[in-house]
């Protein structure tokens, strides 16, 4: 079995599940997403947040696995939660990240037992990108469209206006040295021409997965973030000339693009693995 932090490194479709419907839990760990992430923010109304959090350290104490969306660091119930989430070690989202130090204070208070999963959704965390990304115990990063576009003024779902927000973070996590990270939601849930644009767009930009709100939308995250038959084919072709510095198909190839080669065969390798468990 794949610990907390691998599991994050490799997850490409991340579902959402509402932490105050535990009759959920069960359809979204058998749904074929990567990663379940039981959300006790944005999905759960204030007067049930206590109950959320018991439905989740309820499924996760009896041996499910799931990253665990807290509050925000600040809130009533924030403290709670991570301390729910580090009973069971789970991974653990973090909303409106964007202080390093409020960062370190969770995985000092979680004991290093949590990793953590920031995620971006304000203009000062796109801001301090690196410096969250660069905090122990910080695995991956998130990227949330929807609050930042309100925070901006802008349409949630226009490719164009979050560009910068968007690489700013793809590069911040290169920087840090720690997974590529994940784009935010599609709204549209069922329009899966919107979800291949948009999959496709954050591929080009860097990112590894995505943040989905529907189990309908997996396969296609699933399909979007996965290497090619071009792509693998040209991986090949690539590794097959050696180590050396040479031409495939007229471009040159050199030490970057061999590594990037062998990047591709390393994620269809992983994803062929990841079928063969679900069979």
């Known amino acids: 079995m794949r610990t907390g932090i691998e599991r994050v490194a490799a997850a490409r479709s991340l579902l959402f599940v509402p932490g105050d419907r535990p009759d959920r839990f069960g359809k979204a760990a058998t749904s074929g997403a990567d990663l379940v992430i039981i959300d006790l923010e944005d999905a759960v109304a204030h007067p049930d947040k206590d109950r959320a959090r018991d439905n989740a350290g309820a499924w996760l104490a009896s041996g499910n696995q799931a990253v665990v969306r807290i509050n925000p660091p600040g809130t009533p119930w924030a403290e709670a939660d991570l301390r729910m989430a580090a009973e069971d070690a789970s991974p653990v989202l973090v909303p409106k990240s964007e202080d390093p130090a409020a960062l370190a204070d969770l995985v000092a208070d979680a004991s290093g037992r949590c990793t953590l999963l920031p995620l971006t959704e304000t203009a000062l965390g796109v801001e301090r990108a690196h410096a969250v990304c660069a905090v ?144």
């Open 136 to 279: 122990p115990d910080v695995t991956r990063a998130a990227f949330g469209n929807v609050d930042l576009a309100a925070q901006l003024g802008v349409a949630h779902d226009d490719l164009t206006a979050p560009i910068y927000a968007r690489s700013r973070l793809v590069v911040a996590s290169a920087a840090a040295g720690i997974t590529p990270p994940v784009d935010g939601v599609t709204t549209a849930v069922r329009a899966t021409a919107v979800l291949s644009t948009d999959t496709a767009h954050a591929r080009r930009l860097g990112f590894t997965g995505k943040l989905c709100v529907h189990p309908a939308q997996l396969a296609v995250v699933a399909e979007g973030f996965a290497p090619s038959e071009q792509d693998l084919h040209w991986a090949r072709a690539v590794l097959g000339a050696g180590d050396s510095v040479t031409t495939v198909d007229g471009q040159m190839v050199d030490k970057p693009v061999l590594e990037r080669a062998r990047r591709l065969l390393a994620a269809d390798t992983g994803s062929r693995s990841a079928k063969r468990k679900c069979v």
